[in-house]
Each structure stands twice: as C-alpha cells, then as structure tokens.
C-alpha cells in the first residue's frame, strides 16, 4: 500500500471521509499529537487499529467529536460539572470518560462500560469530524510504546506501507496527549495528566481529584492505558533528577571514552552545564509550554543520532510540568510495568 501525505483541504478531507466510510485508517493532525483515524461505529476500522498499531487489546481509545456534535448519542448521563468543564476547556487538550450508551463498536472501550471523549481544537481536525458527523477514534498515531508523533512525518515513520492516507495539519502546537478526567462520579478525577492540569480543573468546577492505579491483584485499573511502557526512543536510555547531574556527568564521560554516541535531554539552563564536546545536545526549551512541544521531537531525534540518551528531569514538576515529566518518566524506563 502507498502511503500519501496530504496537506489538509477540502479536497483530501472528503478523500478521508471516503477512506473512514470504507472502513480504513487515517492519520489525522490534532494539537496534541496526530491520531490514527477509525469509525467509532465500525469493528472492522476498530480492530484495523489496534492491529496496525500493536495495541494491547486491553487498552481502550478515544472517540473524537466536532464541537456541535450530540454527545447523547454515545454517552448516557452528562454530570452538570462535565458540561461546565466542556464550556470552559473544550475545544481542547481535554479527553472526559463518561458512562457509554454502548452505541459505539465494543472494541473501543476494550469492555469498559465507559466511553473517553474528546473535541479536539484543532481547525483541520474540527473541519473532518463536522464532514464526517460520527465519532473517530483515534489513538496517538505511533507503533505501541514508540514515541507519540508530533507532526505527518513522525506518522510516516512509523506507518509507511501501512495506512492509505496521512493529513498534514502542520506541527503540533500541544505536544503531549490530552488530559484524561474521569467524570462518572461525584467529582472529576484526573486518568493521566496533561495540558489542562488539575488545578486548572478544581477551579473551575470546585474539587479534583487524582487517580494512582492501585496494583494489588483482582483489583480493576480504570485506566489501562497508565500502566504500559509508552513514548520510547529506540536507544538506550537513563533518566536523572537535576540534583544527579554529577552522576548523569560521570556516566556521560564513561560512555564517551567507550566510543557511545551519546545524547543529553535537558532544558535549557541545566543543558549549558554539561559540556558540549563529544555530545548532541537536545534542548527541551525554557518555558513549561515550549518543554510539551518539544518533547517527542526530541525524543525521536535521539534515536536517529545517538545510541545512548541521557536525560534530566525538568526542575519545575507541578501543572503542566506533571504531563511532562509522566511521559519522560515512561520513554526512559527499560520494562512493562508488570501489571
Ligand atoms: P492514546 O489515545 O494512545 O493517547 O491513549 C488513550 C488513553 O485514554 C489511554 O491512557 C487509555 O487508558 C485512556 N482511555 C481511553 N478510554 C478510556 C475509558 N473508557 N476509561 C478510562 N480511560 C480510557
Ligand atoms: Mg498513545
């Protein structure tokens, strides 16, 4: 199969229409990371999926609707706090997990009786799902555990030969996955941190809460998702805390004077204190919203130019940080967590 990268407009819009129709799989941009496209109504574009991505088949997805689309059709109670997190943050890196009507195909939720939804911001994204009018599901469009892509290119690695169609909508301004709030019960509760933080959430709606998968055996985790190996470069990996940097120093200059290709992650400021010979530098930035952005691209460039990336956790960990540093966390560790 060939695979086609198209910039978004009207034209390969309805090429993708026709594509989902058919049953098929689209890589679509949305301002978080780009997604592979299915009809939520359809096993078969359901299973292709999981299937082309090597998804754990416990492991459920996202549907994606247009901002006017009626959300009654797919999710059976709407809690008053829900729709008032909607009005504030939607369209927006917000995914919330609502009681499903069971409508959309059984293998998107993965035997959960709830359904992840969200509206993503993105105009090219926005203008597809108001053409198609159904819910798309579309996980982080990456080979399961390589890192999420943030722009078409980083989807053609990983799909070429794969999928018919890519949408190009440019380069991902969010850069990390949505948030994704629970909202079945009596106050919102936070699945996996994103852009919009949980703070962010408490004051608009009055409380929030945080779930920690708790892994005692029989117990049920409500997000799988949270538990498996995600966003890794293909190369060796080692993950410090800024207070470590002598440590991350030594290690460096061990590998060297092996004859490793080595690579440092790190913001700005604590980048300058290593030095620079013999290294790549990866530069996650300064600011909070440049350290999402960059995050993935980054991560992909180190498996093309090194073979050992050593990263530092970024100082600041709370608010959008707490997104951030989740998903360094899980690209620098070298097992599944058992589960
Ligand atoms: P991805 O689309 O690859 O970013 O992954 C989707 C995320 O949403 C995973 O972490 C899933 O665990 C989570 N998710 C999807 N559907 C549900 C659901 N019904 N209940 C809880 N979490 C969900
Ligand atoms: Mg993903």
């Known amino acids: 199969m060939k695979t086609e990268i198209k910039k978004i407009t009207p034209e390969s819009i309805r090429e993708a229409k026709k594509i989902l129709l058919d049953g098929g799989v689209v890589g679509i941009p949305t301002e978080t ?17 999981f299937e082309v991505k090597g998804r754990p088949n416990d492991n459920p997805l996202i549907a994606h609707v247009h901002a006017e689309y009626d959300l009654s059709r797919i999710i059976d109670y709407d809690p008053p706090y829900a729709a008032a997190l909607r009005k504030a943050f939607l369209p927006g890196p917000l995914t919330l997990v609502y009681p499903s009507t069971g409508k959309v195909s059984p293998y998107v939720s993965c035997g959960l009786n709830t359904l992840a939804v ?67 019960g009596e106050i919102p509760v936070i699945l996996r941190p994103g852009l919009i933080t949980r703070e962010m959430i408490a004051d608009m709606v009055g409380a929030c809460g945080e779930y920690t998968p708790d892994l005692k055996k029989g117990e049920k985790v409500k997000s799988p998702g949270v538990l498996y190996k995600h966003y890794s470069p293909r190369c060796r990996t080692a993950l410090f805390t800024v207070e470590e940097t002598d440590k991350a120093s030594s290690l460096i200059e061990q590998e060297c004077a ?49 073979d050992f990336m050593i990263a530092i956790e970024p100082k600041k960990t ?19 967590i058992e589960h």
Do not use: W
């Open 258 to 306: 092996r004859g490793t290709k080595v690579a440092v992650l790190a913001e700005k400021d604590v980048l300058q204190t290593f030095e620079k010979e013999n290294v790549v530098f990866l530069d996650l930035g300064e600011t909070e919203k440049e350290m999402a952005a960059r995050l993935y691209g980054l991560l992909r460039e180190a498996e093309k130019v090194c």
């Open 33 to 49: 990371v780009y997604g592979l496209g299915g009809n939520a109504f359809d096993d078969g574009a359901v299973k292709k999926i």
């Open 318 to 336: 709370d608010g959008v940080m707490k997104g951030v540093l989740n998903r360094l966390r899980k690209a620098c560790v070298s097992v599944d």
């Open 118 to 184: 969200r509206i993503p911001a993105h105009e090219g994204a926005q203008a597809l799902l108001k053409e198609m009018d159904i819910p798309i599901v579309a996980p982080s469009a990456n080979l399961s555990k390589h890192v999420s892509p943030t722009s078409a290119e980083h989807v053609y690695e990983d799909f070429e030969g794969k999928i018919p169609l890519i949408l190009d909508g440019g380069e991902c301004v969010g850069g990390i996955e949505s948030t994704v709030c629970d909202v079945t």
